[in-house]
């Protein structure tokens, strides 16, 4: 039987609607398989769900065994191949696709990190001995006695935890991994700080944990969800806990880490010095560039990013009117007193009030270039007193999805003579709006796509997306003070640094020194934050690349759309668009903008 045209184009469609409804199916049903499975890695660590605003297994804290690790990535290959079984990923619409591409990466980057899992310095900067404490005072809320008694409980376990911890570290000495000697030194100081004060000694100071478990149950108090002999007896319980089995841990750690501090040398060393260090290294900068770059093509990358900085730098100089070098420029950044605020309680309010009013300002103006603003409030707080640092890196604490905790942008102000106020405006916009609390907060809002979606990271995409945003800031019209423009200019030429100081330092053999000659030579930045960002480049190998490839990534693909839609680009779309994902490797990116731009031509 002939069908007429009008029968054929009928049976095409429903041919097209039938074929549709089934990726649709198809879709949903792989998102709902995901969606489980990440309910059972959430489920594997009580941590996770606590800073998702969750309060299941809230007393408890995540296994740091060598077990656990085994479990765990034992679970993903099961995961991975259960999926891989009941998908074709040719049938998925493209999101879906890209779903399940990221899960199925996921157990590389997990087979990777589980290869390399003894090279992991284990009590190096923001290590569990600090990470602990600062997770109970800003991630454990008390809203009831019930979670005043997981606090409770949870403090208990920390003692366990760090025992777990410290077998971890032993095993990884034993066969010749250690952190460099200042890493031993630091990690000391920060054992002493968590244990200074009551209830472990007799001084007149709480310590910061005491503290802030005391303020918690006052506040309960107050609020009359407890009543004095409760919070009596809670006091007693908190430091029991805190003097009985949290106390010994610390002191089995600091008693290993000053008998195996004589095995470091004096001299700081990359992981190329590690047993395989140099393979260890390129697992390293796959993991947080998500490219296939090499060491000695980041290198090369920071050497030109550098000297393409340092001539927009000659310019604004000369538009400011300094009239010597551009290291004579530096010095002066570094030294003038007008960049420096009073080493004292006042000078830091005014750090925190200045920080605040910049983050205003940009907020008032999001709605230029965005169409979506998160639920999350944003806060701005001093580092704890026993994790800070002078110089130490500012960083964010994402909030709750719901909006219940707010994110927390974190500056260290232990020294203010190591953080330059012509850096701040900057360094908001990176932390703050529209930087890391915008992106991250949006992922974690997203629906429609697997919730792993919105929690996972990619350190290119996440770190250079903050780079991305202190640039974008200045075509919103910010950093109207020049000094704090060459600011923008001086954080954007210390990612490129990064570039040149961690290769060297991993893959190169440079010595603290020549890394220290380097970034001197480069930067504006006042002497106590170079020393210690180059420690933490010795200690956390391959990180501090990620911002500057991310961002020369977003800057290339944003290029690329202009040029393809000329004058349909737009700018509030292109950025709610690359934001609008979740954190993605920088190849599934690119290859979302290529659709972006296909579907606005179209």
Known sequence: MRLS????????????????????????????????QFEQELQMSPERLTRLGRKEKYGQLDDLSDAAAEREIAWRRKSVAEMKAKFDPSKLGEDARTSYDIWALELDRAEAAHKWRDHDYV?????????????????????????????????????????????????????????????YDQSLEEVRRVTRGAPFDGGDKDSALYADGLGKLAALRKAG?????????????????????????????????????????PDAQGVG??????????????????????????????????????????????????????????????TDKRFFLPNDD???????????????GMKAKLPTVFGRLPKADLIVKRVESFREEPGGAAHYSSGAPDGSRPGIFYVHLADTAATPTFELEGTCYHEGWPGHHMQIMLAQEMTGLPKFRGQ????????????????????????????????????????????VVDTGIHAKGWSEAQALDYYRAN???PEGKMRSEIRRYFVNPGQATSYKVGMVKILALRARAREALGGRFDLRAFNDMIVGAGSLPLPVLETRVDRWIATRKA
């Open 346 to 360: 006042a000078g830091r309010a005014q750090y925190l009030r200045l920080a605040e009013g910049y983050l205003a």
């Open 456 to 499: 996972y990271n990619y350190g290119a995409y996440v770190e250079g997306w903050g780079l991305y945003a202190e640039l974008l800031a200045k075509e919103m019209g910010f950093y109207q003070d020049p000094y704090n423009d060459f600011g923008r200019l001086g954080r954007e030429i210390w990612r490129g640094i990064r570039l």
């Open 225 to 265: 969800k407890i009543d004095g002999a409760a919070e009596s007896r809670m006091v007693g319980q908190f430091a029991a806990a805190m003097t009985g089995r949290m106390k010994p841990a610390y002191d089995r750690l600091a008693a290993w880490l000053t008998a195996d501090r004589a095995n470091t040398t």
């Open 123 to 183: 009590f190096a900067r923001g290590g569990p001995h600090t990470g602990l404490p600062n997770f109970m005072i800003n991630q454990h809320r008390v809203d009831s006695a019930a979670d005043m008694e997981a606090y409770i409980a949870r403090v208990e376990r920390i003692g366990p935890a760090l025992d777990q911890a410290l077998a971890r570290a032993k095993a990884a000495a034993a066969a010749g991994v250690r952190a460099p000697r200042f890493s």
């Open 273 to 334: 010095a590690l047993p395989n260090g140099q393979a260890y290294y390129s697992a390293r900068l796959l993991d947080e560039t998500t490219t296939g770059m090499t060491a000695d093509e980041i290198h090369q990358l920071g050497l030109s990013e550098v000297k393409r900085i340092r001539g927009e730098m000659e310019t604004l100089k000369a538009k400011i009117g300094f009239s010597g070098s551009l290291e004579d420029f530096f010095a002066f950044m570094r």
């Open 523 to 525: 930067s504006p930045q």
């Open 5 to 36: 045209r009008r029968e054929f184009g009928l049976g095409l469609a429903g041919a097209a609607a039938a074929s549709g409804a089934r990726a649709a199916d198809a879709d949903a049903a792989l998102t709902a398989f995901l969606d489980a």
